[in-house]
């Protein structure tokens, strides 16, 4: 397992709480929206959901029922509690359950009919499930859900069987239907609960904690460099879920796209009281983006500079500072947030530098300038950005820049 889940290699492969330099928010109610958008998002990883076989006999016929599984869910509503005992409680309330299945079926008296074939099986449901998050054992720097306490009632339950005697399998609908219901609220659903946490946890192991930037890369998709979005802690209190990143900018190595290479050490600072009431909120360190500068200097710049450094935030965005023998300036920054489509079932909310103006230059102002425009043109080649960041209408979160050495990025979930 942590083979085939520990796919990169970085200079830095284990990181501390003093490593983080992005802190992700989340409201209960972004809890709850982001879940009932992410969640049925994840239909092509659930396809493997499968549930005990079933055997019972009604009205002297027993009937078998084998390959359960799950082939569609939805999930309409989502109401989240959070406990400052690290703890969340989830309702989920009228799930929709679509399961496929093979059944065999014997009459066990005269005249001993017998067939075989396919069907379907609904179950509307409500579901409780009350669990903690905790980094994953197998997989570090990866989340992992923990369940404590999991109901689950059927309220209705739906079965079609296809076959040579669906006369009969009419008439023994409405027993048949009772049993099932009965079976699934007293067995079935702590079954089907443990496979649908390591199913889950599965998803969560396996995620690549990378974004991804703009350019031409001989290895891997995007450009040369990725944003390492490692967790590094995940914790709850009754205001928010809080998750702490790494969020830097690391290089891939030339022969492989699983080595990365690179990274800053960095001062973990106290966490600003400012929050919002947006969905989700990004409190975003100075660090992030000096990392993203660094990435430039590095790899895309061409006029041997000697010194590049995001200085401070200030009301109206971020200060940069470039020097190297002919000039020194100063430029001024201002973060957006814009929407990349990372692959099929999900999105990153990037934050943006769009280099505005050279606010301060001494020596050379010709070339302070052209800076600023190559700056401007690589933004894209050094962009960090938000990871799984579904439903979020990225266009209109705000940018609230709070002191000099944070920021904050507030989104909203539109379904």
Known sequence: ???????????????????????????????????????????????NLVIPDIQMKVMGISIMLNEIKLRNFFIPKAEINLFKENAATGKLKDLLLDFG?????????????????????QLETDMILEASPEMSITCPHHLQ??????????????????????????????????????????????????????????????????????????????????????????TINQDFITAQQANQMLKKDPNSQTIMHGWMNVTSLLTPSTVTNDHIQYQIQLGVFQSCLNAYFDTFQSQNLTNLKALRFTKTGLLVEASNEEFSSQMLVKITTEVYKANDFTNDTRWVMNFQKVVFSEGNSEMALQLKEDLHKFRYHIVAAGQLTNSIDSSRCQVIYVNENWMTVGCNIYQ
């Open 101 to 121: 299945f093979q059944f065999r079926v014997q009459q066990q008296t005269y005249p001993y009919l017998a067939d075989a074939g396919d069907g379907l099986l």
């Open 145 to 234: 859900i923990k369940s404590q306490r999991f109901e689950m009632d059927i309220k209705k339950l739906r079965i079609k069987m296809n076959g040579k005697l669906e006369f009969l399998y009419d008439a023994i609908l409405v027993p048949l239907t009772a049993a099932l219901k009965q079976m699934f609220n007293e067995q079935l659903s702590k079954a089907f609960a443990q496979d649908f946490q390591d199913l889950l946890n599965e998803v969560l192991d396996n995620n690549w904690q990378i974004t991804y930037t703009d350019g031409v890369s001989e290895i891997g998709p995007g450009g040369p460099y990725n944003g390492d979005v490692r967790w590094i802690n995940v």
């Open 1 to 47: 397992d942590l083979l085939q889940c520990l796919v990169f290699q970085y200079d830095k492969q284990y990181l501390t709480e003093n490593d983080t330099l992005v802190h992700v928010k989340l409201t209960t109610q972004g809890v709850q929206k982001y879940l009932s958008t992410t969640v049925n998002s994840l239909q092509q990883f659930m396809q």
